[in-house]
């Protein structure tokens, strides 16, 4: 089973390789990140974790384009190579289909978005996405059980009414009614952004979850923008969740952030500061420091050390 | 010289100087946006970024259709496949890492492009000045050589992101020599200056421009048009959420 998969893979990727003209674009990125890790149980650790991602797009044509990003990434003692997306998208007379491992990015939200029924990592698909007007689409999605332990399908519906924007989205587990859920996600602008999510399993109404946020950007008059992004997520049975991000970026390179979340399941309140510098030469180093609490009592203490370059 | 010869002379230098009022400011500046916006184009361009750690140049290809839809896509390595689509009042980002669109709105429109001296608002702003801002001609000024016309924009509305440009507008091309952009209290923001000139047509256009940013030290931007066409088919598909995610 797992070699029919690996041939599959091995022959998609072959496919969207070919698609690829001789124009394709190349671009690599090289990332080193160092951590290490206190804990008040006095274990210490350090984990040194480098990346390099290889990734070739073609050129935007009018019907077709194709894109692979393979990683290999050094953890658990190993080297593994991951197919970070590998999908080919086609131009229909109405509409376009991508097939393939591509993101599925649904709702609002940074830190919470229960409107994004389908995950943030990409995802093996076979989409069609039709255009109405301008600024509104709906798309239909299959999710194979390639990856995963069940085939899904779904839908979305994004619109553009005026200075609001109204996303509703269905995803269905394929072999079981209980694995159904909607969601209705909409954004719009009063004096900060605001956004807003609902989503409800069809089956258990009472493990329906919400999740919300702001954005607010300030610009000094002396330069520098400072960025504020509070979010929450709640459900019916009164868990919740808080996170407050900060963002500030003094000049064009420098950047300083903190974010700060709580978790009330578990009581555990994170807290993370840190600051990057960009170089010339599309060159990166952040420090990051991370401090864990539960219940109120400080548990790990975590520096991270990163630098990154784009080629 | 007979009387009515001296009449003739005085009426003359009298009226010399009139040509140059000849127009109001709001014609100055409907003859600079006419001449600034196309039917359709198409341009490639380079932003450069200096400031204390040198120089980070970035390359863009853009597309524009009448004065109110654009899109930008940037080629250059560290941003390449960003875009920027403007319909109408309507703004949207895409990161093709994340597959994401992100409408902006409010004060994010004036949120730095690629930590340039240029905003969200600055690359995509429509071109119809006088929907959005009072002009009055305020004289006629040299700069760089040139005769302009001073002319001063105030905003119609709380929501522009300059409530006041001071504008240094060529009488002969009708091309923006300089600006000052600044807040309602006169307070100076940002300072554009044109650096240099190039013919499409019979139309002079600007072909480089160097923005600073007043309360920002040590930092400029310099923003190029390396080839522009005009004038050509363009579908409207092109200026869609579909093409942007392409």
Do not use: C
């Given at each position: 089973m797992v070699r029919r998969r690996t041939l599959l893979l091995g022959i998609f990727i072959l496919l969207v390789a070919s698609a690829l003209n001789a124009s394709a674009a190349v671009t690599g990125e090289l990332t080193f990140d160092q951590r290490f890790e206190f804990k008040t149980d006095g274990h210490a650790s350090t984990t040194f974790v480098p990346d390099i991602g290889l990734t070739a797009s073609s050129s935007s044509t009018k019907t077709i384009r194709g894109e692979i990003s393979l990683g290999v990434g050094y953890a658990e003692s190993a080297w593994n190579l991951k197919v970070r997306r590998a999908y080919l998208r086609a131009r229909l007379p109405y509409g376009r289909m991508t097939v393939g491992k591509a993101p599925l990015p649904w709702g609002n939200g940074l830190i919470f978005n229960v409107a994004n029924l389908t995950g943030r990592d990409p995802l093996w698909l076979t989409s069609y996405y039709l255009p109405f007007g301008a600024l509104s689409f709906g798309e239909i999605v299959y999710l194979p059980a390639f990856e995963t332990a069940t085939a899904k399908a779904g839908a979305r519906l994004y619109l553009s009414l005026g200075p609001f924007t109204v996303e509703g989205g269905y995803l269905a587990l394929l072999d079981r009614w209980d694995g159904h859920r909607?969601?209705?996600?909409?954004?719009?602008?009063?004096?900060?952004?605001?956004?807003?999510?609902?989503?409800?399993?069809?089956?258990?109404?009472?493990?329906?979850?919400?999740?919300?946020?702001?954005?607010?950007?300030?610009?000094?008059?002396?330069?520098?923008?400072?960025?504020?992004?509070?979010?929450?997520?709640?459900?019916?049975?009164?868990?919740?969740?808080?996170?407050?991000?900060?963002?500030?970026?003094?000049?064009?390179?420098?950047?300083?952030?903190?974010?700060?979340?709580?978790?009330?399941?578990?009581?555990?309140?994170?807290?993370?500061?840190?600051?990057?510098?960009?170089?010339?030469?599309?060159?990166?180093?952040?420090?990051?420091?991370?401090?864990?609490?539960?219940?109120?009592?400080?548990?790990?203490?975590?520096?991270e050390l990163g630098c990154s370059w784009r080629f | 010289m007979s009387r009515l010869t001296k009449f003739v002379i005085i009426i003359l230098l009298i009226c010399a100087p009139l040509p140059l009022f000849a127009l109001s400011a709001d014609e100055i500046i409907r003859e600079v946006d006419k001449r600034s916006t196309f039917v359709t184009s198409h341009a490639t361009g380079t932003i450069i970024v200096t400031d204390r750690f040198g120089k980070r140049v970035s390359t863009f290809e853009t597309w524009a259709k009448g004065s109110d839809k654009s899109l930008i896509e940037f080629t250059s390595l560290a941003e390449r496949g960003q875009k920027i689509l403007r319909v109408s009042q309507n703004l949207y980002l895409y990161y093709p890492e994340a597959d994401q669109l992100i409408r902006l709105q409010g004060a994010a429109l004036r949120q730095s492009v690629l930590g340039s001296d240029l905003s969200y608002e600055d690359m995509t702003r429509e071109k119809s000045t006088l929907d959005a801002y009072r002009a009055a001609l305020e004289g006629t000024e040299a700069i760089d050589g040139f005769d302009c016309y001073r002319i001063t924009l105030t905003a119609k509305s709380r929501k522009e992101a300059y409530p006041i440009q001071h504008l240094w507008v060529d009488t002969q091309d009708f091309v923006v020599r300089k600006a000052v952009y600044a807040t309602e209290t006169g307070r100076e923001l940002k300072e554009m200056k044109l650096l240099s000139t190039m013919k499409v047509g019979e139309l002079l256009i600007a072909q480089e421009s160097k923005v600073t940013d007043l309360l920002k030290r040590n930092s400029h931007t310099t923003m190029r048009i390396e080839e522009i066409d005009i004038n050509m088919n363009l579908a409207d598909s092109l200026f869609s959420l579909e093409n942007l995610s392409w």
């Open positions: 909607a969601a209705l996600s909409v954004q719009g602008h009063m004096g900060v952004d605001w956004w807003a999510a609902a989503a409800v399993p069809i089956s258990a109404w009472d493990e329906t979850a919400f999740s919300g946020g702001l954005f607010y950007s300030h610009a000094f008059l002396r330069g520098g923008t400072l960025s504020l992004r509070p979010e929450a997520q709640a459900d019916l049975k009164g868990a919740y969740n808080l996170a407050l991000q900060a963002l500030y970026t003094p000049d064009l390179n420098t950047s300083f952030s903190f974010l700060t979340t709580y978790i009330s399941e578990t009581e555990t309140l994170l807290i993370q500061g840190g600051g990057s510098l960009s170089l010339p030469e599309a060159l990166v180093l952040t420090a990051d420091i991370k401090l864990s609490f539960t219940q109120w009592a400080y548990t790990a203490l975590a520096l | -």
